[in-house]
C-alpha cells in the first residue's frame, strides 16, 4: 500500500481508511492545534473506537507508548507507536453548533460533531449518532479541585502522533475549528495525516 498524506485545512475534517498494520501518523505542522479522532470498523460499522472504553481498559485519563485504544468492544483497535506531545484529552465531547451558541452566542460555528458528519455523510456512512473523540493534542489537564481546564495545545510544529491499526478502520480526523477558547491558541491551523 502506497504512503497516503491528507492535508486536513483548519476547522475542516478528512477520512481515511486502513489496512491491518497500517501505521496512521497524525500530524501538528503549525503546532498548538488538536485533533479530534473517531473511527468505525470498516467490516462492522457497529464497532467503533470508544474513548470510554478505553478509559477503563486503561484505567487512567492519559495515553502512553504501548497503549492500544479499544472499541465498544473491548478489543483493540490502535496501538500507540509514537507520541511527540503526551497530552491528550480522554473527557472532552466534540465541540458542536450547540455549544458555540450556548457558550459564546454564535450561529453557524464549524465545529468537529457537523465536520465528522459532513464527511460521513459523503460515503453514505451512518451518521444519526457518532461516538465521542479522543482529543489528540488537546492540553485539558484535571486541577486539583477536579475542575477541568482548557488551555493552549503544547504542541509544536512537526510533532506527532503515531499509530499502528490492529483491524481494517474507517478514521475521522477533524482540524478543531475552536476559536473562542484557547484550546488552539485562539486560531485554528490545519492538521495532516499519513498513512503507510
Not at 454564535?106 to 465536520?115: D, L, Q, T, Y
Request: aromatic share 6%; hydrophobic share 40%.
Amino acid at each position: 500500500m502506497a504512503t497516503q498524506t491528507v492535508h486536513i485545512p483548519a476547522g475542516e475534517a478528512r477520512v481515511v481508511e486502513t489496512r491491518v498494520g497500517s501505521r496512521v501518523s497524525i500530524v501538528c505542522p503549525l503546532g498548538e492545534q488538536v485533533a479530534d479522532l473517531i473511527g468505525f470498523c470498516l467490516q462492522d460499522p457497529a464497532e467503533y473506537l470508544s474513548v470510554s472504553h478505553t478509559r477503563n481498559m486503561l484505567w487512567r485519563l492519559y495515553l502512553r507508548v504501548g497503549d492500544f485504544l479499544v472499541s465498544n468492544r473491548r478489543e483493540p483497535l490502535l496501538e500507540i507507536l509514537r507520541d511527540d506531545v503526551g497530552k491528550h484529552d480522554l473527557l472532552c465531547v466534540a465541540c458542536d453548533e450547540k455549544r458555540y451558541s450556548l457558550d459564546y452566542g454564535i450561529s453557524g460555528h464549524r465545529s468537529c460533531a457537523e465536520n465528522f458528519r459532513t464527511v460521513l455523510q459523503e460515503r453514505a456512512w451512518p451518521t444519526t449518532w457518532l461516538p465521542d473523540p479522543i482529543n489528540v493534542f488537546q492540553n485539558a489537564p484535571i486541577d486539583r479541585d477536579l475542575t477541568q481546564a482548557i488551555l493552549p495545545s503544547v504542541a509544536k510544529p512537526g510533532d506527532r502522533l503515531v499509530l499502528r491499526a490492529m483491524k481494517e478502520l474507517l478514521l475521522v480526523v477533524s482540524a478543531c475549528p475552536q476559536d473562542q477558547a484557547a484550546t488552539n491558541g485562539y486560531v485554528p491551523k490545519p492538521i495532516d495525516l499519513i498513512v503507510e
